[in-house]
Nanobody, 121 residues
Framework: QVQLVESGGGLVQAGGSLRLSCAASGLTVSTYVMGWFRQAPGKERDFVARFIRSGARYYADSVKGRFTISRGNAENTVYLQMNSLKPEDTAVYYC???????????????WGQGAQVTVSA
């Protein structure tokens, strides 16, 4: 049974940092495309970043230069380091795993329960 469990969300002031973790069980993160998505209230779920099997990383333009996705193979965990946070980064952040991957959530099969990130002005 595959499980993705996010942790590390919380409340932070604008300009601050948070690191999200996504601990995986039932799959090996190095053999899947691992992605982060986010959903703000009243909006659709949007792509944030992904780490493909070759090791290449891709980011949404809105977070490029501020967020970094990484992968701990020994821990079977994917991380999202978020720096210079802005109020518009406030959302529920989801970890996802898929074979197809890409920037659409239809490319992912497994999803975590989500972690709330709130950035105050």
């Amino acid at each position: 049974q595959v499980q993705l469990v996010e942790s590390g969300g919380g409340l932070v002031q604008a300009g601050g940092s948070l690191r999200l973790s996504c601990a995986a069980s039932g799959l090996t993160v190095s053999t899947y495309v691992m992605g982060w998505f986010r959903q703000a209230p009243g909006k659709e779920r949007d792509f944030v970043a992904r780490f493909i099997r070759s090791g290449a990383r891709y980011y949404a333009d809105s977070v490029k230069g501020r967020f970094t996705i990484s992968r701990g193979n020994a821990e079977n965990t994917v991380y999202l380091q978020m720096n210079s946070l802005k109020p518009e980064d406030t959302a529920v952040y989801y970890c996802a795993a898929g074979i197809v991957g890409g920037a659409l959530d239809s490319g992912y099969v497994y999803w975590g329960q989500g972690a709330q990130v709130t950035v105050s002005a």
